[in-house]
């Protein structure tokens, strides 16, 4: 089987980090991107050094979903941790272990803890709980990679508790952009649900008090899924299973092919089958399906259980993230959910790289009453925000401009370049958390950063990587930025390397002055292309 580019590029970062002696790493890979498929491949790469191999999983399903995409991508065979079934004594070198039975203390003492060399973690976002930990502590010499599609800033401070870096992630919007996935457009129905009097639990809206605050709603709801869901396959994500029934009800009585599902029921293979075979086109469930189920033909969620996890809202969205013949998009509804100071997840939490930029993404797509596209007002939202903070930190900068040092301080480099991921960095990992080494602050001045300002090891080595890229692509270095940015030009950072060098030398043949044909307040480079870049004195 032939892996994508950018599958073939994570696993060779995942074998590249242990390779360096990082023994937990995780990989991040949007629903939809073939993650069961990559550590298939890396654990056939380990097999090949004769590892024994654990695949780690809370759900029955997950593990019978990776034993399958094991076999068919590798040819590998597993045996099974889980209930009845046991690995000790097989001669098989992978296993998929449920999490739940290899936690009891009294079967994880069978097992030496050298036993297994490298252990997989499938959907990593759950294993900071105890039952993992347990499990993960016993076997502490393995190799270990974490493999989810969803963590957002919160989880990955949880999760850089327990895993040392982060080998490789593949975002949303590039697998959409590189034609991986379905593009995303949200549509904010103008329904006030009301939330104030639901309280919360283990960090979330409480499923029954949302059900109640619900069901004064339901019928209006399937009126406005009449409107926009007709021709289109939808999933449906409820609260509670008695509630998912109810609207089944009236979706029925509107005209759809619905279908509801739950834990409980008997046939609930078949009505997967069905609603895949398009005998239905709407399947309500109780948050049955956010993990382990694919059908790609789903062109349309809609998430009726609102929650402040954004790891869960990318689950449930992410069921209708694949790619389909006659599909164009998947279209994600909305709603005005009403609560008193709980910030909500909405679809454009999704791709959005901080608050800031969902906020205003999500008050456009509300103020425009039809589907936008995600990518397109997240590009309009990031240049709101940029612009804003260019207009709050204006004086800063300006200060900064004039500082006489020979050095660029890192706020000013990373508005210069338009860098919002540097702007917004917050360390995950203990590593990324200690002070920067004196080998990488001694290179941030060499390549003209005053490290002064670097509060840790994580950012330095942004900036550092930043830095190597934009010599790559010949981009202008913070010398320049700094000599030009103090003459009053703007977003230097942006330039080419050859057209600022053109520059200065302009301005040094002009007797170190501005040529009067020239303004700096709106000068705009001409690109200049195919000359070699060589570092200069400036």
């Not at 109810?246 to 008997?266: C, M, P, W």
Request: charged share 30%; net charge neutral; glycine share 6%.
């Amino acid at each position: 089987m032939k892996l994508r580019p950018y599958q073939e590029e994570s696993k060779n970062a995942v074998l590249n980090e242990w390779d360096k002696g990082v023994l937990r790493t995780l990989l991040v890979l949007p629903t939809g991107c073939g993650k069961t498929i990559v550590f298939s491949k890396i654990i056939e790469e380990r097999v090949k050094k004769g590892d024994r191999v654990l695949v780690l999983a809370h759900r029955g399903e997950l593990l019978e979903q990776a034993a399958d995409k094991l076999e068919k991508a590798t040819g590998l065979k597993c045996s099974v941790e889980k209930a009845e079934s046991s690995c000790l004594g097989s001669w098989f070198r992978i296993t998929v272990g449920s999490v739940q039975s290899l936690m009891r203390e009294k079967r994880l003492k069978k097992f030496d803890r050298d036993y297994f060399d490298t252990i997989v973690i499938d959907e990593a976002h759950h294993c900071i709980s105890e039952g993992y930990q347990r499990v993960l502590n016993h076997f502490d010499k393995a190799n270990v990679l974490g493999v989810t599609a969803t963590p957002d800033r919160g989880d990955m401070k949880n999760l850089g508790s327990y895993f040392d870096s982060l080998a490789y992630e593949y975002t949303l919007p590039k697998a959409i952009k590189e034609g991986f996935l379905a593009p995303i457009k949200a549509l904010t129905i103008p329904l006030k649900l009301d939330l104030t009097g639901v309280s919360q639990q283990a960090g979330d809206f409480k499923a029954s008090e949302i059900g109640t605050a619900l069901a004064p709603y339901l019928e209006q709801i399937a009126d406005e899924m009449v409107k926009y869901c007709s021709d289109r396959k939808t999933v449906v994500f409820l609260p509670l299973i008695k509630t998912s029934q109810k609207f089944t009800r009236i979706l029925q009585e509107k005209g759809f092919k619905a279908v509801e599902v739950n834990g409980d029921s008997d046939n609930r293979a078949q009505v997967l089958e069905d609603f895949d075979s398009n005998k239905y086109n709407v399947l309500c469930n109780s948050m049955l399906l956010t993990e382990g189920w694919d059908c790609p033909s789903v062109d349309c969620v809609i998430v009726l259980r609102p929650t402040k996890v954004r790891s869960l809202y990318s689950q449930m969205v992410g069921r209708g993230t694949r790619l389909h013949s006659g599909k164009e998009d998947l279209l994600v509804l909305d709603f005005l959910w009403h609560t008193e100071k709980h910030e909500l997840c909405h679809p454009a939490h999704l791709i959005a790289q901080n608050e800031e930029v969902a906020k205003i993404m999500t008050d456009k797509i509300t103020e425009s009453g039809c589907p936008e596209d995600l990518e397109i007002i997240e590009k309009i939202a990031e240049e709101e925000v940029i612009l804003q903070r260019e207009e709050a930190l204006a004086a800063k900068l300006e200060e900064m401009r004039k500082r006489k040092r020979k050095l660029v301080d890192p706020l000013q480099f990373e508005m210069s370049i338009q860098a919002e991921d540097l702007a917004n960095y917050v360390p995950s990992f203990g590593w990324e958390m200690s002070p920067p080494s004196e080998k990488q602050i001694k290179t941030l001045e060499k390549m003209g950063i005053f490290p002064d300002e670097v509060e840790n090891a994580g950012k330095a080595k942004l900036l550092l990587d930043r830095l190597e890229v934009r010599r790559n692509e010949g981009l202008t270095t913070p010398k320049q930025i700094r000599f030009l940015e103090q003459r009053g030009f703007k977003n230097v950072g942006t330039w080419e390397f050859n057209s600022a060098r053109k520059l200065i030398d302009r301005i040094a043949g002009n007797g170190w002055k501005i040529p009067k044909d020239i303004n700096p307040k709106n000068y705009k480079p001409s690109a200049s292309i195919g000359d070699a870049y060589v570092e200069l004195p400036f």
